[in-house]
């Protein structure tokens, strides 16, 4: 089955030599190419260029194809953090937020992270795969093409397997692209208050031998932070987890300096998240790592906190990628053509800067750049046509619309 796209007004983010990830000066410089071609081929892209269509293609055709007259197309958003299985809202403790309670408070009164874990006990899978149908729709219709889910919300042997085994089935159920990352040291759960080095080891002795047993994550992710799981014990989980080839993703120092950062690179994280609280000595140490700094702009958003210092660390050299970190707690969306406007107007990233920072650096985050993230030939074809737009700067511009009209997730068109 082949799929010719036509008349492109503007083929954006291709790539002729894929890169890894996009860092730096170079996150300024977004390759497009006005009034474009792109020809699809089973399930990966096969060639594109300028208009007019090669003498071959004309003599060729196309199964199926497509007039995007006034239209761009571009590779479709990888969102590589986000909380997407989990049971019930947690609108309640939003009003709490509102009356000034934080983060930290909510969850010491049984609230946060231990509510969803509660709430998840208590919802068979079944249900669960219900409900977090609904919302891979959504983002798939917004532009994302390929997401990562963690675990986090059972904390117990049992409910952290059943949340793995529902993303081992939506993986079945969706077209999106999804990865599956075990984090069982979300929070520490009421049962083993007091006891947290029993958890730990909990977590390292029966949780992810299981784990690794069923192939149920690509990676393992700790919260290393501030009340949460500190700089020795997430370094025990994570030495644990390298026995078991799971490669880290940490939530770092979102609520204070925590270290995360240092250990993180120590392990050689994939991917560090959230990053509100980084200063000179962390941007440096994250120089050269491989590391993928990653903001979330929803959470910093919806829980009023401060920004991770992006436009420095872009500035510094960095690469940096932008998520959703969708969960029912502190950012509860998906939508990563919102993240992509927050990352401009919020965190001052140039248009061309945050679609390197929602595509290729996020494909990164979850080791998948070889094959998502760009337009390239080979890639699999995860893209999304727009509706009639003026720029491409329209897309982090007009923030409260959906601008995307066609997806085409695998080579196959979704809508």
Request: with cysteine.
């Amino acid at each position: 089955m082949s799929l010719l796209i036509t008349n492109i007004k503007e083929l954006v983010q291709v790539e002729n030599d894929p890169r890894p990830f996009i860092g730096g000066k170079s996150m300024a410089e977004l390759k497009a190419i006005k009034n474009a071609w792109l020809l699809i081929e089973g399930n990966r892209i096969l060639d594109f260029g300028p208009n007019p269509l090669p003498n071959s293609l004309q003599d060729r055709g196309a199964d199926e194809v497509i007039d995007a007259t006034d239209r761009f197309v571009f590779p479709s958003f990888c969102d590589s953090h986000t909380h997407l299985v989990y049971a019930g809202s947690r609108e309640l403790e939003y009003v709490d937020k509102i009356k000034g309670l934080s983060y930290e408070e909510i969850a010491r009164r049984g609230g946060g992270i231990l509510n969803s874990a509660k709430l998840l006990h208590e919802t068979p899978a079944e249900k669960l795969i219900e409900q977090a149908l609904p919302r891979l729709q959504e983002i798939m219709m917004l532009g994302t093409g390929a997401v990562e889910i963690k675990s986090g919300y059972g904390l117990t042997v049992e409910d952290e397997l059943k949340m793995l085994r529902v993303i081992r089935r939506l993986k079945e159920l969706s077209p999106v692209k999804i990865v599956a990352t075990f984090l069982g040291a979300h929070a520490v759960p009421a049962e083993y208050k007091g006891k947290k080095r029993e958890y730990v080891d909990l977590v390292i002795e029966k949780m992810i031998p299981l784990v690794v047993e069923e192939q149920l994550a690509e990676f393992i992710d700790v919260f290393c932070d501030r009340g949460f799981f500190t700089v020795e014990e997430t370094g025990r989980i994570l030495e644990a987890a390298a026995r078991y080839g799971l490669r880290p993703k940490i939530h770092a120092n979102e609520l204070d300096y925590s270290g995360g950062v240092q250990i993180g690179v120590k392990h050689h994280a994939l991917s560090l998240d959230h990053l509100e609280y980084v200063g000179d000595a962390e941007i440096e140490i994250m120089k050269g790592s491989g590391v993928m700094p990653t903001v979330l702009p929803g959470a910093a958003f919806f829980l009023n906190m401060i920004h991770a210092p992006a436009r420095k660390m872009i500035d510094s050299g960095l690469p940096v990628a932008f998520a959703s970190d969708f969960n029912p707690g502190s950012s509860p969306s998906g939508n990563m053509q919102l993240v992509l406007s927050m990352a401009c107007i919020t965190y001052r990233l140039l248009p061309e800067e945050a679609i390197h920072a929602t595509t290729i650096n996020t494909a990164y985050a979850m080791g998948l750049h070889e094959d998502y993230g760009s337009i390239a030939r080979g890639k699999i074809a995860n893209i999304f046509i727009t509706r009639p737009l003026p720029s491409y700067a329209f897309m982090p511009y007009a923030y409260g619309s959906n601008k995307v009209e066609t997806v085409i997730l695998k080579g196959e068109i979704i809508k």
